[in-house]
């Protein structure tokens, strides 16, 4: 992934997903391949742990997010990043800036400091003033529902790394016809790959392409091999 990155987005919406798209941003602005997954600034931002990306909150027991923090912000941006391609500043409680806070913000936005990113959330876009909103890239987060997992018998029992219910199961799909076979192998693998089971989908991914593809193979021998497989997992 590569991608053009602006200097100042603004998140507004659900907050939750506004809160992994923040995430998402950062680790493409401190890496210089843009989020490659790869490199050490990546894997820094994915287990939180970057020097160059700032949270920038209210002080506890605040309502309000004040300009003191934000002179505080102003002056670190001056200051190159320590390792990574810029510095990025999330601002949770962007909307909770008051005003003195958001002029000296919006001063800030009209000069950035080169190498510097920022990405504020709020709920609403009204809660920034209309001078901030125009210098963002503003991005509408919407709630994203987690897709439903099939109850499929043999999902439950890799997920609870229960070998003999893994061992019934196969025994049971031995006598399944072909296309039986094969929908139910698609929703295990669905199910495996929802439920973040990577090593057990990887596994189970290759079955039915090489049951749709090889005549001679049968339920019972899929079944078996299967169950071989799986049960290296358990
Ligand atoms: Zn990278």
Redesign the pocket.
């Known amino acids: 992934m590569c991608m053009r990155l602006g200097h100042a987005y603004l998140l507004v919406g659900d907050v939750q997903a506004a809160t992994s798209e923040a995430k998402e941003l950062a680790?493409?602005g401190?890496?210089?391949?843009?989020?490659?997954?790869?490199?050490?600034?990546?894997?820094k931002?994915d287990s939180g742990i970057h020097p160059d990306i700032i949270t920038v909150s209210k002080e506890d027991g605040k309502r309000e997010l004040t300009v003191d923090i934000i002179r505080g912000l102003i002056g670190d941006a001056q200051i190159l990043p320590n390792e990574g391609e810029r510095k990025v500043y999330i601002l949770p409680e962007a909307g909770a800036m008051n005003a003195n806070a958001a002029n000296a913000f919006l001063k800030l936005l009209e000069e950035p400091p080169s190498r510097v990113m920022f990405v504020l959330i709020a709920e609403r876009e009204k809660e920034l003033p209309q001078t901030i909103r125009s210098r963002c890239v503003i991005k509408h987060m919407a709630n994203i529902a987690p897709a439903a997992v099939p109850d499929n018998e043999l999902l439950t029992a890799v997920l609870r790394r229960d070998a003999i219910a893994v061992a019934a199961e196969c025994v049971r799909l031995e006598k399944f016809k072909r296309d039986e076979l094969l929908s139910y192998l698609t929703e295990l693998y669905t199910g495996l790959v929802r439920k973040g089971q990577v090593g057990a989908a990887q596994r189970v991914g290759v079955y039915a392409p090489r049951l749709r593809s090889r005549m001679n193979i049968g339920s019972a021998q899929i079944a078996g091999e299967l169950m071989v497989d799986l049960a290296e997992l358990m």
């Open positions: 680790r493409a401190v890496c210089a391949g843009g989020g490659c997954n790869a490199c050490k600034d990546c894997r931002a």
